[in-house]
C-alpha cells in the first residue's frame, strides 16, 4: 500500500470523477476499455486524488464502467498533494494493466524531475520504468538540478560528490576506527562512497577519482601499451575447436558428470569454448555506460582462473 492512501473501499458516482492529469500522453486505449467493458464481475477499486477527485490509477476502468452504464465505481482514496499523487499513477501504470508507452514514461519524468528536483536520477527511474541514464539526459536538457538529491532509500546526498569524498577521508585519518555507516551520515555521502575512499586512501591514491575524460585516456594509452602483449597471448592460447574438444572429453569422465562439482566445472569450462566470432559479438553488444564494468569483472575472472590453476598444478597427483 502505498502512502497517503487509505485501505478502504467507497463507492463513488462516477459523474464526480475526471482523468484530466493522466500520465498517457495519448489517452486510454479503446480496445482496452471495450475489453474491461466485456466483464461482467465487479471491476477492482479505482485510486483517486481526494483533493482533486482526479482518478491516479483506473482510467481504463472508469471509462469502462461509464460504458457499461454504471452509475457508481469502487474507489480508494490518495491524500497526498498533486505532485505526488502523479508519481503515484506512474508507478502504478507501469506495475500492472496496459502499461505506459516509452513515450509516456520520458514524459513523466521530465515532469517529475519538474515537481521533485531533488529526487536522484536512479529513484526517478525507479518510478518512471526508464533508466537512469535517460532520466540524467533528460535532467540536463531540462536543466533540472538540486544541491542535494534524495536517493530511493530516502538519504539525502549531495550532487557534487567530491566535497563528501575529501571530509570523508579528514574523518577517516582522524578516526580510521569508524565505521562506513558512521562516516557515510556524518558527511551525507553513501557507505559504498566511504568504502570506495577507504580503499583509495588505504592504496595511496587521491580520494576523489579523477574526470571521467581524463580516466577515459589514460585507460585508453594503457589498452594501446597491451595490445602487443594481448596479441602475443592470442597466439598462446589453444584454439576454440581444441578447447572444445577437451571439454567434450572431460564429460565423458564419470568421476565429473555424475558429481555436483564435477558439473559445475564443466559447465563453467563449457563458456570458454565459444567461438571468437562469437566472444566478438558479446564484445561488441557490451552496452557503452557498463564496459568499464564488465572489463574489470572479466580481468578479475582472469586472475580467479589464473589462480584456479595454480592451486591444481600445486596438487600432488597420484597416478595408478
Given at each position: 500500500?502505498?502512502?497517503?492512501?487509505?485501505?478502504?473501499?467507497?463507492?463513488?458516482?462516477?459523474?464526480?470523477?475526471?482523468?484530466?492529469?493522466?500520465?498517457?500522453?495519448?489517452?486510454?486505449?479503446?480496445?482496452?476499455?471495450?475489453?474491461?467493458?466485456?466483464?461482467?464481475?465487479?471491476?477492482?477499486?479505482?485510486?483517486v486524488?481526494?483533493?482533486?477527485?482526479?482518478?491516479?490509477?483506473?482510467?481504463h476502468?472508469?471509462?469502462?464502467?461509464?460504458?457499461r452504464?454504471?452509475?457508481r465505481?469502487?474507489?480508494?482514496?490518495?491524500?497526498?498533494?498533486a505532485?505526488?499523487?502523479?508519481v503515484?499513477?506512474?508507478?502504478?501504470?507501469i506495475?500492472?494493466?496496459l502499461?505506459?508507452?516509452?513515450?509516456?514514461?520520458?514524459?513523466?519524468?521530465?515532469r517529475?524531475?519538474?515537481?521533485?528536483?531533488?529526487?536522484?536520477?536512479?529513484?526517478?527511474?525507479?518510478?518512471?520504468?526508464?533508466?537512469?541514464g535517460?532520466v540524467?539526459?533528460?535532467?540536463?536538457?531540462?536543466?533540472?538540478?538540486?544541491?542535494?538529491?534524495?536517493?530511493?532509500?530516502?538519504?539525502?546526498?549531495?550532487?557534487?560528490?567530491?566535497?563528501?569524498?575529501?571530509?570523508?577521508?579528514?574523518?577517516?585519518?582522524?578516526?580510521?576506527?569508524?565505521?562506513?555507516?558512521?562516516?557515510?551520515?556524518?558527511?551525507?555521502?553513501?557507505?559504498?562512497?566511504?568504502?570506495d575512499?577507504?580503499?583509495?586512501?588505504n592504496?595511496?591514491?587521491?580520494?576523489?577519482?579523477?574526470?571521467?575524460?581524463?580516466?577515459?585516456?589514460?585507460?585508453?594509452?594503457?589498452?594501446?601499451?597491451?595490445?602487443?602483449?594481448?596479441?602475443?597471448a592470442?597466439e598462446?592460447?589453444?584454439?576454440?575447436?581444441?578447447?572444445?574438444?577437451?571439454?567434450?572429453?572431460?564429460?565423458?569422465?564419470?568421476?565429473?558428470?555424475?558429481?555436483?562439482?564435477?558439473r559445475?566445472l564443466?559447465?563453467?569450462?563449457?563458456?570458454h569454448?565459444l567461438?571468437?566470432?562469437?566472444?566478438?559479438?558479446?564484445?561488441?553488444?557490451?552496452?557503452?555506460h557498463?564496459?568499464?564494468?564488465?572489463?574489470?569483472?572479466?580481468?578479475?575472472?582472469?586472475?580467479?582462473w589464473?589462480?584456479?590453476?595454480?592451486?591444481m598444478?600445486?596438487?600432488?597427483?597420484?597416478?595408478?
Amino acid at each position: 500500500m502505498e502512502i497517503g492512501a487509505e485501505t478502504v473501499v467507497r463507492f463513488v458516482e462516477i459523474a464526480a470523477l475526471s482523468t484530466r492529469d493522466s500520465p498517457r500522453v495519448l489517452g486510454e486505449d479503446p480496445d482496452h476499455v471495450q475489453a474491461l467493458a466485456a466483464v461482467e464481475d465487479e471491476l477492482p477499486p479505482i485510486l483517486v486524488h481526494r483533493a482533486t477527485m482526479n482518478v491516479i490509477d483506473g482510467a481504463h476502468r472508469l471509462r469502462a464502467a461509464r460504458l457499461r452504464g454504471d452509475d457508481r465505481i469502487p474507489v480508494r482514496f490518495f491524500d497526498g498533494d498533486a505532485a505526488d499523487a502523479f508519481v503515484v499513477a506512474v508507478q502504478h501504470n507501469i506495475a500492472h494493466g496496459l502499461p505506459l508507452s516509452l513515450a509516456d514514461r520520458k514524459s513523466a519524468a521530465e515532469r517529475i524531475i519538474a515537481s521533485h528536483p531533488q529526487w536522484s536520477d536512479r529513484r526517478i527511474a525507479s518510478s518512471t520504468g526508464i533508466a537512469p541514464g535517460t532520466v540524467a539526459e533528460i535532467r540536463r536538457r531540462t536543466r533540472g538540478t538540486a544541491e542535494v538529491r534524495i536517493g530511493q532509500d530516502g538519504r539525502a546526498r549531495p550532487v557534487n560528490g567530491v566535497e563528501g569524498r575529501r571530509l570523508a577521508a579528514e574523518l577517516i585519518r582522524k578516526d580510521p576506527g569508524l565505521s562506513l555507516r558512521q562516516v557515510a551520515r556524518a558527511v551525507g555521502i553513501s557507505p559504498e562512497t566511504v568504502r570506495d575512499v577507504r580503499n583509495r586512501l588505504n592504496q595511496g591514491a587521491d580520494p576523489v577519482p579523477a574526470p571521467r575524460s581524463e580516466r577515459n585516456r589514460t585507460v585508453s594509452l594503457a589498452a594501446r601499451r597491451r595490445a602487443p602483449a594481448a596479441r602475443r597471448a592470442a597466439e598462446r592460447r589453444t584454439p576454440p575447436s581444441e578447447r572444445a574438444a577437451v571439454v567434450e572429453r572431460l564429460r565423458g569422465d564419470p568421476a565429473l558428470r555424475f558429481t555436483e562439482t564435477g558439473r559445475n566445472l564443466l559447465m563453467l569450462l563449457n563458456v570458454h569454448t565459444l567461438k571468437q566470432q562469437d566472444w566478438d559479438e558479446i564484445i561488441n553488444n557490451v552496452p557503452p555506460h557498463r564496459v568499464g564494468v564488465v572489463a574489470q569483472l572479466a580481468r578479475d575472472c582472469a586472475e580467479l582462473w589464473t589462480e584456479v590453476a595454480t592451486r591444481m598444478e600445486g596438487r600432488t597427483v597420484g597416478v595408478v
